[in-house]
C-alpha cells in the first residue's frame, strides 16, 4: 500500500512501493519528480489524495529519466491534467510522445515480468514537454529546482537540486538506497558508461548536497558520509572489474555462467535473490558498455 511520508516544509516522499518513490515539492507551484511504473498510476494517485490532492493540482512533472520505472505514469498523469508541464531531457522527449519503441525495449527487458509493468500512455500534446538539461531551472514561486545533465546510467538522465533542502533528486545517477539494503549500482543497458557515471558522481558531489532524494528509494541523509561518492565510484570500477575477468577466463560462455560467476564474485549479491533481476539488467549493460569499448 502506498505510504507518503513528510520530509520537510515542503517535500513530501510518496513511496509507491518497497522499490519506487515519487517526490512532490510543494510550494507556490507543486512539482512531482518521477511517477514510477505506469502500474504504479493508482498508487500514486492515492497518495496525492492522502495530501489532500488530486492530478490537476499539480503544476509541473519533472523525469530524471525516461527509463520505466521513473517515467512509466507520466502519460497517465497527463491525462488527468490537462495542464500539467513536463520537464525531461531533450534525448528522452520523443519517447514519451511516441513511447512505441521505449515499450518494445520494454518488453525485451523484463521478459515475462512484463505484464506487471503496465503500458505507458503517450503524451497527446507534445507543447507539454519541455526538454531541459544543465544550466536550465524550474521555477516553483519561492525556490528553484536547479537542473544537471547526469549521463552514465542513461543518455537522457538529469538530476535537479534543490539548494532550499540542500538536497539532489538523483533518479538513479547515484545507484540505490533501499532501506536495509546495500547500495547498488545500476548500469543497465542500452547506454551506460562508466566513465560518464563516475563524471556525473563527481558532479553531483561538488553541489555538496546534505541530503540524496533516491526514486531507489527515499531519502539518505549525507551527514557523517564523507566517502560516500568515492565508494560509488569504486563500486562501477569493481563491477567492470570483475565482468572483466570472468571473460578472461572464456569468452564463450553463456549468459547465466556469466551472472552466477559475477554473483558469487560480489559478496553483497548473492544475500539479495530478489533483487537478480535488477543485478541482471545492470550485467546486460556492462556487457553491452565493454563491447562498445572493444574490450570484450
Not at 20 to 28: E, N, P
Not at 221 to 235: I, M, N, T, V
Request: hydrophobic share 40%.
Amino acid at each position: 500500500m502506498v505510504r507518503v511520508e513528510k520530509i520537510d516544509s515542503r517535500i513530501w516522499a510518496i513511496i509507491l512501493s518497497d522499490m519506487r518513490t515519487s517526490w512532490l515539492v510543494w510550494d507556490k507551484k507543486k512539482i512531482l519528480i518521477d511517477t514510477g511504473l505506469p502500474a504504479d498510476a493508482p498508487h500514486l494517485f492515492s497518495g496525492l489524495e492522502k495530501l489532500s490532492l488530486t492530478p490537476k493540482d499539480i503544476d509541473f512533472l519533472a523525469l530524471t529519466h525516461i527509463h520505466i520505472d521513473h517515467a512509466g505514469s507520466a502519460g497517465h498523469l497527463a491525462k488527468e491534467n490537462p495542464g500539467l508541464k513536463i520537464f525531461v531531457h531533450e534525448k528522452g522527449a520523443e519517447h514519451l510522445i511516441h513511447p512505441i519503441r521505449l515499450m518494445d525495449s520494454v518488453k525485451r527487458a523484463y521478459g515475462d515480468k512484463f505484464s506487471a509493468v503496465g503500458t505507458m500512455l503517450k503524451i497527446s500534446s507534445p507543447q507539454r514537454v519541455i526538454p531541459v538539461t544543465t544550466g536550465d531551472h524550474i521555477d516553483l514561486g519561492d525556490s528553484k529546482l536547479k537542473v544537471y545533465d547526469t549521463p552514465g546510467h542513461a543518455r537522457h538522465h538529469v538530476v535537479y537540486f534543490d539548494k532550499t533542502s540542500d538536497s539532489v533528486f538523483s533518479g538513479d545517477a547515484l545507484g540505490s538506497r533501499y532501506p536495509g539494503l546495500p547500495s547498488f549500482v545500476l548500469s543497465p543497458p542500452p547506454d551506460y558508461d562508466k566513465e560518464l557515471a563516475r563524471q556525473s558522481i563527481d558532479l553531483i558531489h561538488g553541489l555538496h548536497p546534505k541530503k540524496i532524494n533516491f526514486t531507489h528509494c527515499g531519502q539518505y541523509d549525507l551527514d557523517g558520509q564523507s566517502d560516500f561518492y568515492e565508494k560509488l565510484k569504486a563500486k562501477h570500477d569493481s563491477w567492470i572489474n570483475h565482468v572483466l575477468e570472468i571473460l578472461n577466463e572464456r569468452q564463450d560462455m553463456s549468459h547465466s555462467e556469466i551472472f552466477d560467476k559475477f554473483v558469487a564474485k560480489v559478496p553483497d549479491l548473492k544475500h539479495y535473490p530478489a533483487q537478480f533481476f535488477s543485478f541482471n539488467l545492470s550485467l546486460k549493460g556492462i556487457l553491452n558498455y565493454l563491447k562498445r569499448l572493444g574490450q570484450i
